[in-house]
C-alpha cells in the first residue's frame, strides 16, 4: 500500500481528485486530497491576504497531523508551485513527487515569473472588480462546468524557497498533457525530457488531466508507487 497526498491547482479544489482518489482507494491505497486554503470546499475562508506559504502550511498540516511518512506528493498545475514548497520544508516525509501539467519553480521563483504575457495580463486584469482576487481563466469550448473560485493573487507573486532538504527526495516524474497543440508547460516537458534526475511520462489529454484522461493518470500514480 502506497500512501498519496494529492493537490489541487488555480481556482480548483479536491472535487478535481474524485475518480483518481477512489481509484486508489479501491486498490488499497491511503489517499488524502488537500483543498487549499479559500478555494473549493474551503472558498468562505477566500482573502487577499493568502500567499502560497498558507498553501504549502496546509500540505504540511495534513502530513502532519496525519503522520504521514513515504509520501508520494502529487501537484496539478499551480499545485507545481506548492509542493515545490513544500518539498524544502519537509522532504523527510516524502517518497516522490508528481507533477502533473505543472509549474516546476526554481528557487525565488513564483508562477508570476513562469507565466506567459497573456497568462500575466489575465492576472492584472481581473482583478478590477476584487482587486487581490483573481477570476478564473476562461474554460475551453465544450469544457464541462466544474467548480470554480478566485484564487488569491499573492499566491502567485510569493516565490518558493528551497533549503537544499529537498534534494534527499529520491524520485521526481512530470506529468506532461499532450494536447495536440503548443501550451505553457511545453517549457518544463523540454527542460526535464533528457534529466536523469526526471521520469518524464506524457498523456494524451487536456490540462485537467485527472478529469480528461483519469485512467492514464491513474496508471502513472500506481506505476509510481512500484518505484
Known amino acids: 500500500m502506497a500512501t498519496y ?49 498558507l498553501h504549502v502550511r496546509d500540505v504540511l498540516g495534513v502530513l502532519e497531523t496525519e503522520r504521514l511518512e513515504d509520501v508520494i506528493l502529487v501537484g496539478h498545475s ?46 492584472i486584469a481581473s482583478q478590477r472588480a476584487h482587486p487581490g482576487l483573481v477570476e478564473p481563466l476562461p474554460l475551453p469550448p465544450g469544457t464541462p462546468p466544474r467548480p470554480r473560485s478566485p484564487h488569491p493573487f499573492a499566491s502567485l507573486v510569493e516565490p518558493v524557497t528551497l533549503t537544499g532538504a529537498e534534494r534527499a527526495i529520491r524520485r521526481r516524474t512530470y506529468v506532461y498533457a499532450d494536447s495536440g497543440a503548443p501550451t505553457a508547460f511545453d517549457r518544463f516537458r523540454d527542460a526535464l525530457k533528457d534529466d536523469p534526475a526526471w521520469t518524464l511520462v506524457s498523456l494524451k489529454s487536456g490540462h485537467m488531466v485527472m478529469t480528461d484522461n483519469p485512467d492514464g493518470l491513474h496508471k502513472v500514480l500506481v506505476d509510481e508507487a512500484a518505484h
Do not use: K, N
Request: hydrophobic content about 45%.
Open 5 to 53: 497526498v494529492l493537490v489541487h491547482g488555480a481556482w480548483g479544489s479536491g472535487w478535481g481528485y474524485r475518480e483518481t482518489a477512489r481509484a486508489l482507494r479501491s486498490a488499497g491505497h491511503d489517499v488524502h486530497v488537500v483543498t487549499l486554503t479559500g478555494l473549493g470546499a474551503r472558498r468562505h475562508l477566500l482573502s487577499p491576504a493568502i500567499d502560497l506559504s
Open 78 to 123: 499551480y499545485g507545481g508551485m506548492v509542493i515545490t514548497g513544500v518539498s524544502a520544508m519537509a522532504a523527510e516525509r516524502i517518497r516522490s513527487l508528481v507533477y502533473v501539467d505543472a509549474f516546476v519553480p526554481r528557487d525565488g521563483q513564483c508562477l508570476w515569473d513562469l507565466a506567459d504575457d497573456a497568462t500575466r495580463a489575465h492576472f
